[in-house]
């Protein structure tokens, strides 16, 4: 099956910093997700990013799909924005495969 | 617009008693439906998807059932809960021929 690796899986910075988040996959994909899992387990849709960039406010995400793999930025970090950042790619018939994600805290 | 809804949000069971968890999603019709487990707070698996009315495909062996007796409801269910089946379980749904998938708010499953 489809292997979906994301680094770094932990990852500390001090707020106002920025970010970077990697997702590769093993083979091509149709669809990627960028989720949010906030404190209280909910998974928050971030990006559907097959390819390209999209931004939104402080966060953006890039997909080269021909290179496998994602990214996502970001900016001027809050503590609001710590929590687990998952990237989730489609394989097989409608099925999102996910990465085990990348622990970000934000200290004040 | 749509929402998915997904209870209880915490459950603690017995060994050995029967499980039934459910998820239903309003504004939508025909949604492919999906039932994931997450363990220890990191990756999340695929237990069970579902193209249409009492279709069910599984993913990985195991002591969990799941059904569509609704266009908009998937229950995921279990005869005799073992120790392993705690975990936190995520309901999510998409579009027939849109993966971008939406997630209900999870069931933190004890099994004691």
């Known amino acids: 099956g489809i292997q979906v690796e994301q680094s770094p899986p932990d990852l500390i910075l001090q707020e106002g910093a920025n970010s970077t988040l990697r997702c590769n996959f093993s083979?091509?994909?149709?669809?990627l997700q960028w989720f949010h899992q906030n404190p209280w387990g909910q998974l928050i849709n971030l990006f559907y990013i097959p390819s390209g960039t999209k931004q939104n406010g402080r966060l953006s995400a890039t997909t080269v799909a021909t290179e496998r793999y994602s990214l996502l930025y970001i900016s001027s970090s809050q503590t609001t924005d710590s929590g687990v950042y998952f990237c989730a790619v489609e394989w097989g018939a409608q099925k999102l495969v996910f990465g085990q994600g990348t622990r970000l805290t934000i200290n004040p | 617009s749509q929402t998915i809804h997904q209870w209880p949000a915490t459950l603690v069971q017995p060994v050995g008693s029967p499980l039934s968890l459910e998820c239903t999603v309003e504004g939508t019709s025909n949604p492919n439906l999906y039932w994931y487990r997450q363990a220890a707070g990191r990756g999340l698996q695929l237990l069970f998807y579902s193209v249409g009315i009492g279709q069910i495909s599984s993913e990985v062996p195991q002591n969990l059932s799941a059904s569509r007796p609704q266009d908009r409801q998937f229950i995921l269910s279990s005869k005799k809960l073992l120790l392993s089946d705690s975990g936190f379980y995520l309901c999510?749904?998409?579009?027939?021929?849109?993966?971008?998938?939406?997630f209900g708010q999870g069931t933190r499953l004890t099994v004691v």
């Open positions: 999510a749904w998409s579009v027939t021929g849109a993966t971008e998938a939406f």
């Open positions: 083979d091509s994909v149709n669809n």
